[in-house]
């Protein structure tokens, strides 16, 4: 069977216009350039999309723009989980309708300290509640956000009791062996992990990809990576992406949460200051911190 | 002008039916209850209310059939913080039009460890998204389950911003220190605890009222701290009530998140098994822990 979702795949930024709403045409470049420079995929409405700062309606709208503008629905797995169950069942339901049968899915995140067997019942509902033998889920793993970890055991759960529709897991924990923990589920579950350091020794412990943010603009080095992590004939290559992505990396999580700098970093690169619109509570980085961006962008590149 | 909101209200538990959808009908009994047993206002869709369990339409249609069961707009204080400021937005414009114009309101509550100004012009955003003079937000600062702190001099900023309209908080910190800061911002400012052991003390301080769950069930015992706390000819009866509230909150808070005991003390007090149900993640006690529960409960009532 292989992995149901694989490979290079980003964390797409959302931009926004004067008015703070989506930027149609621009993401859609942003779309074409991340396809074009070694992605396979695009996790669209993710943390770094802002999903979570937009109204049901508009990503509902934003999912039909970006087909509408030449990306296949096999190169899209958009992030579907809000808070309420119904919302999350509404938007999959969307998704499947526009042929779109991969989504990444956060558990419901309001409430803390709640139990497996919660997160466990959300699942099912969802899924249950969809009833749709196409679809595809990526268990979305992020508890500095979500406040909700999804662990090791409830994941197995899930895939035991949904198998092919539980198909994997975006792992943002940061932590390396989190990743490895889940790559020890087997079988087809696609691990995907979030933090572009580490990579290269989830692929070597049989993880199936990555949905990162960096990807916005390092999509290139990403792409090396999978492609040369197991080719000793391109050792060099592939620590000098590495590198860079351990850089940038560390450059995009340097000014507090990660998106304004991704956002900085695109408006940077375009030569185009609208880039770093946000929604609150998400701020643009400051003028500072823009030129401290700037600065150690600069050692990176040098 | 006096406090916008002020004496007793209650963080109205939510009773679903066996598709796990609002039971109207029994909702309406649980309103007429708390307005008859000492409530002044029903803070609906609250986090009592699991009100980030239901969708944007579910809950309109919660607010509209509580107000067709007799409710008048005066008596409600519905939740209409959700992470997307467009909804949020939506629903505060929808309570307006029904003519209930206080609202409690989170602030968005995906993103973590977002900033100051980022939460203020979250708020701002709403207000002027709203944009109707008869507007008074209750500020929900429950960082326990939100991960955003509403700190004090952010609330501040919000008052001198938007005087008025910035109308109070309901704390849920569960601190002394924390609503006692508030109830030092002074004017007409309305801090409303959401802790009931700590509700006399905040009088004292110059508080406006409280927003529980424990109301749910103790409702008298809460009017009696609300009109004894400054009448020594009732010490008493307002020690004996300050004890009720004391044991009743230890209770609710002995089995993990609150609400699945609230809901359970529910059925425990009417013979109805139905008000243990909730939606996920929140899950209802075991068998065992509502025999410990009432294990509990007769020793408190004895």
């Keep these: 069977m292989g992995f149901a979702i694989s490979g290079v795949w980003s964390a797409v930024a959302t931009p926004l216009d004067e008015a703070l709403n989506p930027d149609g045409a621009k993401l859609d470049r942003q779309c074409r350039w991340l396809l074009d420079n ?25 999912l039909e723009g970006v087909l509408a ?14 808070a309420a169950i119904p919302e999350t069942t509404e938007l999959t339901r969307h998704a499947l309708g526009l042929g779109v049968t991969r989504v990444v899915m956060l558990p419901p995140f309001y409430y803390k300290n709640v139990s497996d067997d919660g997160v466990f019942a959300s699942y099912a509902r969802i899924i249950e509640g969809v009833a749709d033998d196409r679809l595809r889920i990526v268990l979305y793993n992020f ?47 696609a691990v995907m992990v979030g933090s572009d350091p580490l990579f290269a020794q989830v692929l070597q412990a049989g993880g199936a990809g990555c949905i990162t943010a960096v990807s916005n603009l390092c999509a290139p080095d990403l792409r090396v990576v999978y492609d040369a992590w197991n080719d000793p004939s391109r050792a060099t290559e592939l620590a000098r992406a590495q590198a860079r992505l351990e850089g ?21 690169r375009d030569g185009d200051a609208g880039w770093n619109r946000l929604r609150p509570p998400l701020m643009a980085l400051t003028a500072e911190q823009r030129q401290e961006l700037d600065r150690r962008v600069r050692t990176l590149d040098a």
Excluded: H
């Design 38 to 62: 070694g992605c396979d995929g695009l996790a669209l409405l993710g943390t770094t999309g802002e999903a979570n700062s937009f109204s049901v309606a508009e990503r509902k709208a934003i």
């Design 69 to 82: 503008g030449g990306v296949t629905p096999e190169q899209l797995a958009p992030g579907v989980g809000v």
């Design 143 to 189: 508890p500095q956000q979500s406040g909700v970890p999804l662990g090791l055991d409830l994941v197995a759960r899930l895939i035991a009791a949904y198998p092919g529709i539980v198909a994997g897991v975006k792992d943002s924990t940061g932590k390396l062996e989190n990743a490895l923990g889940f790559c020890g589920l087997g079988g087809d579950f």
């Design 248 to 268: 940038w990396r560390e450059v995009s999580m340097a000014f507090g949460p990660q998106l304004p700098a991704i956002k900085a970093l695109l408006a940077r």
